[in-house]
C-alpha cells in the first residue's frame, strides 16, 4: 500500500464543509428562482397550465430527492458505524497480540512489546491529526512494523515448529494485520460514488426548479421560506459528505478503545492521543 486511491468516489474532500454548505444554499435559491421565472414566462404564454398537476409533479420530484438523500445518508451512516467497530475490533486484537507476545522468548518479548507500543502510537496520532497526506508514511511504518513483528514471530516458529502456543500468538498477529487493510478499505477507499452525487445534484435542482415553477403558474409570490428550505437542504448535504470523509473534524470517531489498548500496553502513551479521543 504505497499510496491512497479513491477510486470508487468523487473527490470532495478539497471542498471545505462550510463551502459545501454555501454552496448548496446558492444551488437550492438559484434553482427555485429559475423555475419561478420560467413559470412566469409560461403563465405569460399561456393561461392552460393548470396548478393540480404542477402540485403531482412537484411532490414526485420532492419524493426522489427525499428518496436520494436518505439512500445516500443510509450508506454513509452504516460506514461510520462500521468504522466505529473497526476501531474497536483493532484495539481488541492489538491488545490480544501484545499480550500473547509474552509467549516469545524474552530479547524477541522485548522488541516485540516496543513493536506493539509503536504501531498503537501510530494509529492514535494519526486519528487524531486526520492529516492524510502524511497516510503513505503512516502505512510505510506500519508495514514496517508488521514485518518485523513477522519475522519475529517466523524464527521462533523454526524453532518451535509444532507449539500450539505460537499458533495462538500468529493468529492474533493475523487478525491484527487484516484488520488494518480492513479500516483502510472502510476509511478511505470506500466513498459515494460520484454517480450518486451527480444523481442527487441532479435531483435537488430539479426538485427545487419544480416548486419555483409551481410558485409562479399558482401566481403566488416569491416565498419568503425558501432560505430555509436551502439552509435545511445544506445542512443534510454537508452532514452526508462530512460522514464521508474519514478526515472531517466535523464528526469524528472515538478513538477511546486504542487509547486503552495503549495504556495498558504502559511506557508513556502518545500525550496529544490521549488528550484528544477523537479522530478518523
Known amino acids: 500500500m504505497a499510496g491512497v486511491r479513491r477510486n470508487e468516489g468523487v473527490n470532495l474532500d478539497v471542498i471545505p464543509i462550510w463551502v459545501l454548505g454555501l454552496g448548496t444554499i446558492a444551488i437550492v435559491l438559484l434553482a427555485i428562482e429559475a423555475g419561478f421565472r420560467y413559470g412566469e414566462a409560461s403563465r405569460r404564454d399561456s393561461s392552460e397550465e393548470k396548478e393540480s398537476p404542477l402540485s403531482a409533479i412537484s411532490a414526485a420530484l420532492l419524493g426522489l430527492v427525499a428518496f436520494m438523500l436518505a439512500f445516500t445518508f443510509s450508506a454513509v451512516a452504516q460506514r461510520y458505524d462500521e468504522r466505529r467497530a473497526i476501531v474497536r475490533n483493532e484495539a481488541n486484537a492489538i491488545g490480544t497480540a501484545f499480550l500473547r507476545s509474552d509467549f516469545l522468548p524474552e530479547a524477541e518479548r522485548a522488541e516485540a512489546a516496543q513493536l506493539f507500543r509503536e504501531y498503537t502510537d501510530i494509529r492514535i496520532t494519526t486519528a487524531v491529526s486526520r492529516d492524510i497526506a502524511k497516510l503513505p508514511q ?60 451527480t444523481v442527487l445534484v441532479a435531483l435537488v435542482v430539479l426538485g427545487m426548479f419544480g416548486v419555483g415553477y409551481q410558485t409562479a403558474v399558482s401566481r403566488s409570490r416569491r416565498s419568503r421560506a425558501a432560505p430555509i428550505l436551502a439552509v435545511g437542504f445544506s445542512i443534510v448535504i454537508a452532514l452526508i459528505a462530512s460522514l464521508d470523509r474519514p478526515q472531517s473534524g466535523f464528526i469524528t470517531i472515538s478513538q477511546q478503545p486504542m487509547i486503552d489498548a495503549r495504556a495498558f500496553m504502559g511506557e508513556n502513551p502518545t500525550a496529544n492521543a490521549v488528550r484528544s479521543p477523537s479522530g478518523k
Do not use: C
Not at 503512516?138 to 499458533?167: G, Y
Not at 493475523?174 to 487493510?181: G, K, V
Open 138 to 197: 503512516v502505512l510505510a511504518d506500519s508495514d514496517r512494523i508488521q514485518r518485523r513483528l513477522w519475522d519475529l514471530a517466523k524464527a521462533q516458529v523454526r524453532r518451535e515448529p509444532n507449539s500450539p502456543i505460537l499458533a495462538l500468538y500468529i493468529s492474533a498477529l493475523n487478525e491484527m494485520f487484516d484488520l488494518q487493510s480492513t479500516r483502510m478499505a472502510v476509511a478511505i477507499y470506500t466513498r459515494i460514488p460520484g454517480g450518486i452525487w
